[in-house]
């Protein structure tokens, strides 16, 4: 990604005229009252020699909202074969 694309999709995001959605796939059970919630962190964006990170930075990073709800749950074989 180019500086001037970033600076736009950033702006985008800041004005809330887009939004990111992710799908994770998670291993054990989820507690009853962990199933949904909302993270606040500060995250800050650079660039490092392979492209841009993200992460959590206090000093130097902007609000931002992370809102997740389970699903589902399952259980299945382990990479290993046995029982998770």
């Not at 809330?16 to 054990?28: D, P, R």
């Not at 995250?43 to 902007?62: A, P």
């Amino acid at each position: 990604t180019n500086e001037k694309a970033f600076n736009e999709m950033r702006s985008g995001l800041r004005t809330h005229a887009w939004y990111k959605e992710y799908l994770a796939l998670m291993h054990g059970a989820v507690p009853p009252n962990r199933c949904c919630g909302v993270m606040d962190f500060k995250l800050f964006t650079k660039q490092d020699g392979q492209g841009w990170r993200t992460e959590v930075n206090n000093k130097k990073g902007e609000a931002a909202e992370t809102r997740f709800e389970c699903i589902t749950a399952y259980r299945g074989k382990s990479v290993t074969g046995g029982q998770s």
